[in-house]
């Protein structure tokens, strides 16, 4: 019925009547619409993919103003004792079967997440805020469900003048496959 080439483009088998009418090239943003909007009502019925889907599940999971002490910095002086960081994160993960369930095995542990993140922090040095938040970026997609990691993490008093300076970053899973629905 469909399928794609290397581009993730869409081959669509459907009979004349059912094709839209002929879009004028001047639409081309009309067009790139309509092709999604028919690979969303293709692959809805029987596939789920996050990086076609982008924001088809907009569950999460959030854990806010986590404060953490850790060695970080470039500076001799910033490397001497272990400074306040404040980390913000963001899961994205299927909620729906906990919520239905009301079962705490269907659900992601956010406190084993936070445990873990606790742990990274604590044992390692870093150089750069970027360097960090990948690493708990990596840890969070480790657990089972968690489709995305969106990670923040701010240095209190880095700069003269602000109140904190930080990065944002967002990550996917690196493997990426076509689950079918049960």
């Given amino acids: 019925m469909f399928e794609f080439n290397d581009r993730f483009e869409l081959f669509l088998d459907i009979p004349p009547f059912h094709q839209p009418p002929a879009v004028p090239p001047a639409a081309t943003a009309h067009r790139a619409t309509l092709?999604?909007?028919i690979l969303s009502r293709i692959l809805h019925q029987n596939y789920s993919?996050?990086?076609i889907f982008r924001n088809n599940n907009r569950d999460r999971i959030h854990i806010c103003?986590?404060?953490?002490?850790?060695?970080?910095?470039?500076?001799?002086?910033?490397?001497?004792?272990?400074?306040?960081?404040?980390?913000?994160?963001?899961?994205?993960?299927?909620?729906r079967k906990a919520?239905?369930?009301?079962?705490?095995?269907?659900?992601?542990d956010y406190q084993a997440v936070a445990a873990r993140?606790?742990?990274?922090?604590?044992?390692?040095?870093f150089n750069l805020l970027e360097a960090l938040a990948e690493r708990i970026a990596e840890t969070c997609l480790e657990f089972e469900d968690v489709r995305q990691a969106d990670v923040r993490v701010d240095k209190p008093g880095a700069l003269r003048h602000a109140r904190s300076a930080g990065v944002k970053?967002?990550?996917?899973?690196a493997?990426?496959?076509?689950?079918?629905?049960?």
């Fill in 35 to 37: 092709k999604r909007l």
């Fill in 117 to 125: 993140i606790r742990q990274i922090v604590e044992k390692f040095r």
């Fill in 65 to 95: 103003d986590l404060r953490l002490r850790t060695f970080i910095g470039i500076h001799p002086r910033e490397r001497q004792k272990k400074q306040p960081i404040l980390v913000n994160i963001v899961l994205h993960a299927g909620l």
């Fill in 49 to 51: 993919h996050p990086m």
């Fill in 169 to 173: 970053i967002s990550r996917r899973p």
């Fill in 99 to 108: 919520g239905k369930s009301d079962d705490f095995r269907d659900a992601v």
């Fill in 175 to 182: 493997k990426l496959t076509l689950r079918r629905r049960r």
